[in-house]
């Protein structure tokens, strides 16, 4: 195999790692969520698997400002507030 053979096969059997590892953070959170009163989201379980502490919590902060922006909109929308 030629060296660019074996980085494209390493990335690709990392990349199948991740899928299987957020199939795995998926029915974890299954499992979690009948044992816990405030539910856990996937994304909470995978995350620390490839991110640093600091890393997850400015993609869990931008995941969060996105979702209040969608809300925004849709409520802007929902009441004709919009000014589009």
Do not use: C, H
């Not at 990392?14 to 969520?33: G, H, L, M, P």
């Not at 991110?51 to 997850?56: H, I, L």
């Not at 993609?59 to 000014?83: C, I, N, P």
């Amino acid at each position: 195999m030629q060296p660019r053979e074996v980085i494209r096969y390493i990335d690709g059997v990392n990349e199948a790692r991740k899928d299987a590892d957020q199939r795995r953070a998926y029915f974890v959170s299954w499992i979690v969520n009948t044992q816990v009163k405030d539910p856990v989201n996937p994304i909470d379980i995978f995350e620390p698997l490839y991110y640093s502490p600091e890393e997850a919590d400015e993609r869990k902060d931008k995941r969060k400002y996105q979702a209040k922006k969608k809300e925004k909109t849709e409520l802007l929308k929902t009441f004709g507030l919009d000014r589009s």
